[in-house]
Every structure is written in C-alpha cells, then in structure tokens.
C-alpha cells in the first residue's frame, strides 16, 4: 500500500511504499529514494498525509510553477552554470577523479528544490569561486550583481588557521550573523557532501575517513554544530535530509537493562527508565563497546522510550 504525503509549505510531495521514502523530483520527473522515512512518519506537524488524486494535483501544480520559473531564471542560470564550469575546470572531487563541478550543480538543484530564488541558486552554483579559484567578489560582483557576490563571500570560509579553529568561525558566524538565504546556500553545500560521504562510506566502510586529518570524530563533531546552526531552516526538506543522513553516518544506539545510550563519538548521552530522560554522560564509544551492548535502530529506541514513559 502507498501512502503520499505533502510537506509542510506545499512545496514537496512524498509517498512511502513499504518500508521506502521517496521524494517527488522536479529535475527527473518521478519519484527519486530519499533518507526521510522516519521523520515523515514521525513529524506529522510537517509533513501531512493526502490521497493519490491531491498528490498528482499537487505535482501537476509543482510542475508547472518550474515551467514558469525556469523561463525566467535560464538567461542568468544558464550564464552562472557556464562561469563556474570554467572556473572550476580541471578540479576533482577530494580523493575521486570525479569533476569538481558535479558538487556546485548539486548544491544548485537542492536550492532549486527548495524553492529558492534566482540569485540564491546562481550563488549556490558560485558559492566556491571565491574560496577556489583565481576569481574575486569584484569579478562576481560585475558579472552577476552585487548580491549573488555578496551571497557567495558570506559562503566563502577563512583559510587562516586550523582546521577546528577555521570551522569553530564559521559556524559562529552562521549562529551569530548569517541571513537565512546565506544559511540555506550553506545548507545545501553541506548536504551535497554529506551524501558524497555516505556514497563513499558505503563503498569503503571506516577506511573513507582516513581520507581527512579530521577523522570521523571530527567530521561528527562539525556537522552536528551545523545541524545545531540550521535550525532556522526546519520548514525545508534540505535540514531534515542532512539530520538523516548524519545519523545515520555518525549516530550509534545501544540498549542495556532498564537503559539506552545514544552517541556520535565524541558525545553520548544516556536514558535511564527510572529517570525518562537523556542525561550527557562521560562515556566514549570504546568504553560502549566494552560493555558488549546491543546495537539498535532509532526507531527501535524510541519504541523503547514511548514503552517506558507509558510505564510498561
């Protein structure tokens, strides 16, 4: 049986079909796999269920609005697309032979997604211009306006410093100063590589993280800061993508008596049935592991956390 769903802005249509979620592409045309089978289950404030007919509705309605948008947006699209494959030519993916600009088209096509405007999604595709390449915000600047430049250097990170010192600033920046269309280019940039990473975790298991001076621990750390950053964007599908995934890439659930441990190694937290709440602990994954507990889904660990708060 297929149950659709539409999210909360109307701006996405979703069906879960056995134990599947699957997102409507406006890019494709069809239904593309997506990492939000729990939450569109369990967020029932944001995402509400429909019948067939006002799914098909609603895309037909999605549809058209991209027909409209696109008229409007190719002249200087198509001219931000051109700009950034010159610029980014030559350049691959960290540790792939894969083109550089596959990522700038992905973070465009998530903030096309997303219902973003013109200038949002042409920032996207230039938001690494400045941090990669020879050109500067005055080049951007004369080429596509002064706010896709100004939205591209508030994307465009310090290189002095090491590498916690340089992602510590810029995440202050995104809790103390960021405007929320800055936010959402920084979103999708991070979504886009945080699928990379899972295409390739799934591909190399833990060996992938030895690519990073960072490490796992270290990766873990940054993007639960970010998700913690994002919060404003909770409305948009990009947020809870990039907390799904994370999850699942960094998210470990373990079940002793009468306890539940949560961590993402390098932080855990506990749940006490006596308690009914989570606790931080000073407890290392390692010292987890020890203990030979047993490993659990999130889905199991919150059916165990309504059982007790219901007192069985």
Known sequence: MIHYFQSENANSVFKIQGEGAYVYSKLTH????????????????????????????????????????????????????????????????????????????????ILSEAGAEEDIICAGLLHDIIEDTSYTATDLEKEFGKRVSELVLACTQECEGCWEQRKQHYLDYLTREATLDTMMISCADKLANIRSSKENYEKEGERFWGRFNSGKEGHSWYFSKLIDAFAPLQNYNMFWELNAIYKELFVVCYQGENVLYQTNGWETYVYRKESEKWVLENLSQAELEKQRLQKIDENEMRRIVMKWEMGD
Do not use: W
């Open 30 to 109: 069809t239904y593309e796999r997506c990492n939000l089978y729990a939450e569109i289950l369990t967020q029932k404030q944001k995402y509400h269920e429909i019948d067939e007919r006002e799914a098909k509705r609603l895309i037909h309605q999605l549809e058209g609005e991209e027909v409209s948008l696109a008229r409007h947006q190719n002249m200087k699209l198509h001219k931000a697309i051109a700009f950034a494959s010159v610029a980014h030519a030559g350049q691959y993916r960290k540790g792939t032979n894969i083109p550089y600009i596959v990522h700038p088209f992905e973070v465009a096509q």
